[in-house]
């Protein structure tokens, strides 16, 4: 059984809270079946027209048996923009992956989500699909993934209506070892609503983690978020930066 705690400190320069999960952020690269773990902390301060503070933490708990894999993941975060009061945003998440195939896995997930800051006062997701291993090297992996999901979703902005909808989620993620020290993650997804191909959200994070000595790291991360349809006043494109220190254990 491998035991391992992420606890990390993030000062982020940031305008947007995270609507679609980045699964592979979560996956750990580890051979050792049993549990594994992460807690982070982190908080972000902000000026230019207005002030940001925003604080939030994530539990995420793993456990591998063979080639059964299970994920669950559970974020929360506090932003005070300017003077008002805090408002929150919550995302948890839970993913089972099957490995049929050296290559191949067949994956389900469910999400619940809400985001007083984008106006979601609720979102709800079940999915499914194959996830494809592109690559043989040990020094860089590329995945795919096809899945379909089935969204409802509540929001705020007193003019859409309650919204229950099929949409595909495709990823293609790359995560590239340079060195043993070093790690490069990127990972885009794209989400479109069957019924209307023009609804869609597209996803990518980019990040670079650097040991800097036995388990002390260096992280920086880069979001983009674009969603076609957003709640009335929210802006479609919303994006983060992210620099933080990890401590890590097994």
Known sequence: MKNFLFLALLCSI?????????????????DTSGFSGAASFNFSLKRNVNDFFTLGSDIHVQYKNNNH???FKNDVNFQKIEGEKFENSLISHLRYNYRFHPRIA???????QYNKINLIDFRGLIGTGPRFKLTTSENYKVYLGTLAMLEYEEVTDGVTPLQRNLRGSTYVSFSFYPTDRISIISTTYYQPLFKQFSDYRISSQSSLAVDLFQDFAVKLSHTFIYDAFPAVGIPNSQYEFTTGFAYTFD
């Open 69 to 71: 894999l299970a994920l």
């Open 106 to 112: 067949w994956e389900a997930f469910a999400q619940g």
């Open 14 to 30: 940031t305008y947007s809270q995270a609507q679609i999960l980045n699964a592979e952020s979560l996956r750990k690269v580890t």
